[in-house]
């Protein structure tokens, strides 16, 4: 798993996912995922649509990172999931705590409103 910024500004933080978010991927990358978003506080919109693997270290890591919103004030959108990634979020019942968008302008409408 990768984490990176493609998009920055005062109010909105764009990170895309890119690769296996299973044990050794989120192991290896969850410090940094963090730390490119949660001091920041502001909203922010998790980019997986390159996301190959979703195991349930990749939802305890978009668990955390949705509740880490709700306890500091910003909101986490979940952006356009492959079919098999979005089967597991839904069977996870994650849209429950996040939005889960199908694109980026979604997501910023989302955010806006």
Not at 39 to 65: E, F, H, N, Q
Not at 87 to 109: W, Y
């Amino acid at each position: 798993m990768e984490a990176k910024v493609v998009e920055s500004s005062g109010s909105l933080v764009r990170l895309e996912i890119a690769g296996r978010m299973d044990t050794v991927g989120v192991e290896r990358a969850e410090p940094r995922f963090f730390a490119l978003f949660a001091p920041r506080a502001i909203d922010t919109i998790l980019d997986l649509s390159k996301v190959t693997l979703l195991t349930s270290m990749g939802l305890r890591l978009l668990i955390a990172s949705a509740k880490t919103g709700l306890s500091k004030g910003f909101r986490v959108v979940l952006v356009a999931p492959s079919g098999a990634v979005r089967d597991v979020l839904d069977h996870a019942a994650i849209g429950e705590l996040t939005a889960i968008v199908d694109d980026v302008d979604a997501a910023r409408a989302l955010l806006a409103a």
